[in-house]
C-alpha cells in the first residue's frame, strides 16, 4: 500500500531530523537559525519520500538484481491468471457445498484497510479534542476582560494560569505579579505576539495529531517550544533589561505556575 509506505518513511525521516537536532543544534544559540532548521527539516521529512529518486547504483549490480527478482517473485507473488482449485465438500444426501465463501469481509477489507481506519479514527478523536480547546480557549478570549498594548491584547484571566500568548493576545492574571515582574512577563509575550510563534506551536499541534504514534513528533514539538522561547528570552535581554533580574522574573513565574511561559 503506497500510503502506508509513505507514512512509514516520513516517520523514520521525522525520527531522524529530531534526533539528529537533539544531539547536534539544541545547545546551539542562533534560535532563529535552529527555527527554521526544524521546519525545514520537517519539509524535507515529509517531501522525500513522494520523489522519486534516481537508481544511482552500477549497471552490473542493477542487471544482477533485477534478474534475481525475476527469479523470486514467481515464487513469492502466486499469478494472478491462474484460479485456486475450488474446495467442494459433499454430504451424505449427495448434496455438494463450497467449503469457502468467496464473499468473506475479510477478504473485501484486508489489514491494511482496517489498521488506516483505526489510526484514522484516532487521528479524528484528537482532531476532535483539539477544536474543543480552541473553542474554549476562543470563549476565553472573547467573554474576558481585555486591555489594549502596543502590538498585544492583554487578557485578564481569573485563575492561576501561567502567563501565555495566542497570536496578538497575551493571557494572564496581573493580580498575580508586581508591576516589574509584570513588564518583564509582558516584554517576554510581546516578543512571541511579534514573531508569530503561536503558527510554530499550532502547527506543531497539527504534526502531533497526525502522526500521533511517533514519539519523535513530541520530541519535536518540545525542541520547537524550547527554540521559541530561548528566542524571546534573548530578544528581551536585548532590549537592555538587566539579566538577573529577568531571570529571577521567569524563575518566580515558573515557581508561582508550575508550568513555563
Given at each position: ?62 542487471a544482477?538484481m ?34 469457502f ?19 484514522g ?5 484528537l ?46 492574571n ?40 511517533n ?47
Amino acid at each position: 500500500m503506497e500510503l502506508l509506505r509513505y507514512f512509514l518513511l516520513a516517520n523514520l525521516l521525522i525520527a531522524v531530523l529530531s534526533g539528529a537536532f537533539y544531539g547536534l543544534l539544541r545547545r546551539e544559540t542562533s534560535f532563529n537559525a535552529n527555527r527554521l532548521t526544524l521546519w525545514l527539516g520537517l519539509i524535507a521529512a515529509l517531501a522525500l519520500p513522494w520523489l522519486e529518486l534516481p537508481d544511482w547504483r552500477p549497471q552490473p549490480v542493477r542487471a544482477a538484481m533485477q534478474r534475481t527478482a525475476q527469479l523470486i517473485t514467481p515464487g513469492v507473488q502466486p499469478d494472478p491468471t491462474v484460479q485456486s482449485p475450488q474446495v467442494i465438500i459433499t454430504y451424505p444426501d449427495g448434496r455438494t457445498y463450497p467449503a469457502f465463501n468467496s464473499s468473506i469481509t475479510a477478504d473485501n477489507w484486508p489489514w491494511q484497510t482496517w489498521l488506516v481506519f483505526g489510526y484514522g479514527f484516532v487521528v479524528l478523536l484528537l482532531l476532535l479534542r483539539f477544536g474543543w480547546q480552541l473553542t474554549s480557549l476562543i470563549k476565553l478570549l472573547r467573554h474576558t476582560f481585555r486591555e489594549e498594548y502596543d502590538g498585544f491584547t492583554l487578557i485578564h484571566a481569573e485563575n492561576d494560569t501561567a502567563p501565555f500568548s495566542f497570536f496578538e493576545w497575551v493571557v494572564l492574571n496581573p493580580h498575580q505579579h508586581d508591576p516589574d515582574e509584570l513588564e518583564q512577563i509582558l516584554r517576554h509575550e510581546r516578543v512571541h505576539v511579534r514573531a508569530r510563534h503561536s503558527l510554530d506551536m499550532v502547527a506543531a499541534e497539527l504534526l502531533c495529531i497526525v502522526f500521533w504514534i511517533n514519539p519523535a513528533v513530541y520530541l519535536f514539538r518540545r525542541l520547537l517550544h524550547q527554540t521559541l522561547e530561548f528566542s524571546a528570552d534573548r530578544a528581551v535581554l536585548n532590549e537592555g533589561v538587566e539579566a538577573k533580574a529577568y531571570q529571577y522574573s521567569l524563575l518566580k513565574v515558573n515557581l508561582t505556575t508550575g508550568q513555563s511561559s
